[in-house]
Structures are given as C-alpha cells and as structure tokens.
C-alpha cells in the first residue's frame, strides 16, 4: 500500500477519524506492517503493550485470562477496522489475542501514542483559543463513537433562537468526523424542524449510511431536550478527475478592499445627520457584537428593495488548515442574510416581520478556502404563501464558482400584540 492508501485505510477507523486530517497523515507515516500466522499470538496477557494495533486483513480472536469463571469469559472476534492496545490504564496486556486467520496489522509504536491526543478535532497542536472564534464554534466534543456535543459559546452573536448557519456547520462537522479525511462534502440538505435553545448544549447524533470507495453518506440529527431540532443528510466524495465547465460567470462587483465592513458602515450611520437622531441614540445604546464572519456590501442602501443581495465575506481570524474546516465555516456562513433578500421587495416604514428557515441546501463544486474572500450572490426569485425561495452562488477571487445553495424560508408579518398565538408554523 502507497502512503495514500494507508490514510485511506486509517480513516476508515472510528477511533481516528475524530483526528485533525494532518494527525491521521502523520499516523499513516509512523505505522508499521506487521503479518501473523493462523494460531499465532498477537498479544499475551502480562505482556507490555507495545502500541496501538489496527486489523488491516484477516481475523483475531480475544479470550479472557485463564483465572476467568466460565461464564464471564469474553471471548469475542476482531475484524477489519477494529484495534486494541489503546486507552488501557495498564502497562501489560490484559487479555490474549490470537490471529483467526492470516492476518495483517498496522501498528502505530508506543513513543508515538501523542498522535491520538489532539488539542481539538481541527488541530493537533494549537488550542481552540489560538484561533478564529468560528473554528472555537465548530469545535464539537467527542461523547462517543458518532455522538457529539456542541455548544453556543457566549461571544458569538445571538439571535432569538439558535443561529441556523450554526446547526448546518456543527452538524456537517459531526458528519466530516465519521468519514476518512481524503473524502469531503460535495452536497448537504438540512431542515429545520423546532427552534433551538441558545442556552442548551445541542447533542448530534450521526447515521452512517452508506460507506463506498468513492462516496460515503451520512444523516445527522441534532437534539435538545431529547427531541430532534434539525436533521442533515450529507454526501461525501473522494476527490477524482473529471469533465468541467462553468456557465455561470461573477458579477461585476468592486474588490473588497474597496468596499465598507459592518463595523465602519455601522460608524457612519451613528453620525449620519440623514438618519433621526432617536435611530442614532438607539443604535448608539445598543450593544454591537462583531459576528464572526467579515462581510462588506457591494450594493448601496438605494438597492435594498431589489430581491438580490452580492456581498463579499470571509471568516474572522486564524483557521486551521483543514479542508473540512473551511467547509463547515462556508456553511456556517451561508445563512446569514440569505433568507431575509426574499422579504426586500415587500419592505416598508413600521413593517415587522417574522421569518424562520425551513430547508438549506448546498452543493460544493470546488475547493474552497473560508479566510479568502468569497462573493456571496444571492437572488430571491420567488415568495408565496408565507413562504420565500432563495438562491444562492459563491465565487472566489478568480471567479470559479465554488458553491451553490438554495432555501426556502418562513416569512411572515411579525404578530401585533392582542393577536390570538397560533402554532408556529
């Protein structure tokens, strides 16, 4: 097997597939091939362990020590995937191990064991801290084989519920957890079924599908209260060559470095005499909380009321340099004013709204790296019956078209007060 090959393999393993990318590379770079005939020993009890052994090809067979009771004996067989001589609290094996059959284990030596401790899920090195707030957001807690923890960290911006651009890239992120590193998102669709609470860890379950050579396929449910808030399906592919074309071409747009971010939009309207000073006085009042994502507008406020929206976004601060990472940050991103354009050509004075995402859904077509700029082009060519239909591109620098997306949301006029409460949806 070629380097390539064996980290192929070592994805496939559940235990790291947790693992940064770049730790699984360099695990790949350390294992040694070891072969054992029918019958012989791979491990006997009492004897030091010598690291962490992976069944590559073949079958072995675990028996109990034997001062074992009979009927305590746990003898059970290990099969392709399946590993010991990891996270024992002895020094000695405690069991036996024999091979079945022929048999073929990768072994990673004991003076390498720090490779399965990393940091976080996206660096092996670096804490959460070191890095961009949305990589901290991302980050998700391992509880066991499939089954995550994420959490709503206090410095991100909040909304009344939780932020769905969140639960799309934590649950992409338990996902791209379950599958080898060489395979990344080329689709996802999400809906959103109950409004999460800010103030809950949110528990993701994920579904292993189907695992292929070239395609793996995973369903995701997020839960809160033990009731599930939000499921994604996800389609994984390993990268290959193939026919290419691009029909759809970047609008013209100015170059970020020429346009205002939030933060300076924000200071002029403060000290715009055209605004009523109460707007002032109260935005002034208002506590502002940069979101984690950069974002400068390429139209004026004149076109507000058009069902289109361009603007360029990236995130804030230091990623990893993960493909699966920057994945995630893209879908993180891709909710964040994408529904709303479908409300733009029904704004007027006093109105208030009320909108909720139903479904989202994203194709990934090439690379994409989340800290460069990306032109998010959105268009909303249709909103019926409560609901708005949005469209959406992202391009890079060199005017690839990286990802596609489409959602439909809930848009409704805000209820008055005295109104008689209905079910929400």
């Known amino acids: ?18 693992l940064p990318g770049s730790s699984i590379r360099r695990i790949a770079e ?10 012989d020993y791979i491990a006997r009890e009492g004897e030091p362990v010598d690291g962490l052994c992976i069944i590559l090809d073949g079958q072995a067979e675990v028996s109990a020590p034997a001062n ?22 002895s020094s000695v094996h405690q069991v036996n191990v024999t091979a079945v059959t022929k048999l073929t284990c990768f072994v990673l030596p004991s003076q390498y064991g720090h490779l399965l401790q990393t940091k976080t899920i996206w660096n092996a090195e670096e804490t959460p801290e070191n890095h961009s707030l949305l990589e901290q957001i991302l980050h998700l807690e391992k509880l066991e084989v499939d089954i995550f923890r994420g959490l709503t ?18 649950a992409l992120a338990a996902a791209s957890k379950t599958v080898d590193c060489l395979k990344l998102v080329h689709s996802l669709h999400a809906i959103f079924l109950i409004a999460g609470d800010n103030n809950m860890p949110i528990i993701y379950q994920v579904n292993r599908e189907r695992d292929g050579t070239s395609f793996a396929t995973r ?9 599930v808030i939000f499921t994604l399906i ?33 200071e002029r309207r403060l000290t715009d005499p055209r605004f009523p000073m109460q707007y002032r006085n109260l935005a002034a009042k208002k506590k502002f909380v940069p979101w984690p994502i950069e974002m400068r507008f390429c139209q004026d406020s004149g076109s507000q009321h058009k069902p289109s929206l361009y603007y360029w976004f990236r995130a804030r601060g230091k990623l990893s340099d993960d493909p699966a990472l920057h994945r995630c940050v893209v879908a993180y991103a891709s909710d964040l004013l994408y529904s709303g354009v479908s409300l733009n050509p029904h704004r007027e004075r006093g109105l ?5 995402s139903l479904d989202h859904s994203m194709w990934f077509h090439k690379p994409v790296k989340a800290d460069d700029w990306l032109l998010y082009v959105i268009d909303s060519p249709s909103a019926h019956g409560g609901r708005g239909f949005v469209t959406g591109r992202m391009f890079n620098r060199q005017g690839e078209l990286v990802v596609s997306l489409t959602q439909e949301a809930l848009i409704r006029r805000a209820k008055t007060p005295g109104q008689t409460p209905r079910p929400k949806l």
Do not use: W
Request: negative net charge.
């Open 68 to 89: 074992t009771e009979e009927e305590n004996r746990p003898d059970y067989v290990l099969n392709k995937y399946d590993y010991f001589g990891y996270g024992t609290n």
């Open 352 to 356: 208030k709204t009320y909108s909720l």
């Open 1 to 18: 097997m070629d380097r390539e090959e064996v980290t192929e393999f070592l994805g496939q393993v559940p235990l790291l597939q947790c």
């Open 234 to 266: 996800v389609s994984f592919q390993k990268e290959e060559l193939g026919f290419e074309h691009q029909a759809a071409i970047m609008p013209a747009v100015p170059p970020p470095e020429q346009l205002l971010n939030m933060e300076e939009i924000r």
């Open 219 to 227: 369903k995701v449910e997020a839960k809160q209260k033990g009731l």
């Open 153 to 170: 960290l206090p410095e991100a911006p909040q909304f009344r519920q939780v932020f769905g651009g969140q639960l799309i890239g934590q």
């Open 30 to 39: 350390a294992v040694q091939v070891k072969h054992y005939e029918s019958g």
